[in-house]
């Protein structure tokens, strides 16, 4: 009995000294934070333009990085849908899932968000490119992408202006018809038009997002007959105008592609740093998408109307491409800032750029 007091004694003494003792620095807890799912079209995260802006945006919030996505599988991930019929069971698989916040990316997603959003009044959702949804659950995100898109078709016309270029020739490629690639299209159309009001305009729309192949065979087409630049507001389908011009430039051809989205400078890439990619209209996607997080996050969010433009830099125009002279980038910026001081007016509809003779008539555009 003697003894097993005795080590008794000695166990709480080394429990004390061991409690007193001075401790190493506490292992932090692991960091909470809320949780975020993205869902694309069939061309996800890799079509190097509109959701990959998006995703960036994610990456950012959480400090991550498109090398690093050390969170990924914890706080964020993201679900492709192959075809459109898969739109409405992955919003309903991620609500099930009850992720703090959903986000879709594109018009093509509204009417299933619309119905999906209804039979979930508790789940928190951001589309980016809508502005007709109902529904304090649902946030919407737009941009003036007519703005962005103005100030690349004055950086296409002043360079073709600079090469000497005679009757220069530009063309649009759009994705799926509707008001928001109308607003690229229009932008861009009325850019070119306010330093060459003579210039010719071409479009083509392949109603896809994810066939650049289809683009290619375009851009082709064009440069072939004389067109100058390609302006492409088509997703994943757009790097097809890219590979064109590439191709092109690497044989001596003075043609341009223009990026969309993101910065596209280094898609367009050929030869010792140079670029196909003469500038870009940046959309930043991702202001929309880390906007959204920090609402939850801080119990702001709400169904409203979030719209990023030029004044707010939701949009804008990439300079990286040494081809652009500073002379051009200069002029860019005041134009640039002339739409900021609401001196200049970038109409972003068809119908009014039309009436207003702005425009061409014999475009494709829809404002539908």
Known sequence: MKRVLIAAIAALALFTIASCAPQGKAEAAPPTDISVRLLTDATGIDDKSFNAAGWRGILSYYGDSWENQSKKGKYYD?????????????????????????????????????????????????I????????????QATYAEHEGSYLV?????????????????????????GPVITKFEMGWVQGILSVLPKAQIVDYYANDWGKPDLAKAQAKNWYDSGVYAIFSAAGGTGNGTIAQAKEYRLRGRDV????VDSDQYEDGIYADKLSAVLTSMIKRVESSTEYALKAVKN??????????????NGVGFSDKNPAL???IVAKVNQARQDIIDKKITVVPGYAEALAKGLVPANLQASDK
Do not use: R
């Open 78 to 126: 993201w679900v492709t849908a192959q075809t459109q019929d898969l739109y409405i069971p992955n919003l309903k698989q991620a609500s099930d899932e009850k992720y703090d916040l959903i986000i879709v990316t594109g018009f093509t997603w509204a009417d299933a968000l619309g119905d999906v959003a209804k039979l979930y009044p508790n789940q928190k959702y951001l």
């Open 325 to 327: 002279s500073a002379e």
């Open 299 to 312: 119990g702001s969010f709400k169904g409203e109307v979030v719209t990023f433009d030029t004044a707010s």
């Open 256 to 259: 341009w592609a223009v990026g």
């Open 153 to 177: 078709g004055v950086a296409a016309a002043l360079k073709a202006q600079a090469d000497g270029i005679q009757n220069p020739k530009f063309g649009f490629i759009g994705g799926v018809p």
């Open 128 to 139: 980016v490119d809508v502005d007709w949804l109902d529904g304090p659950n649902v946030m």
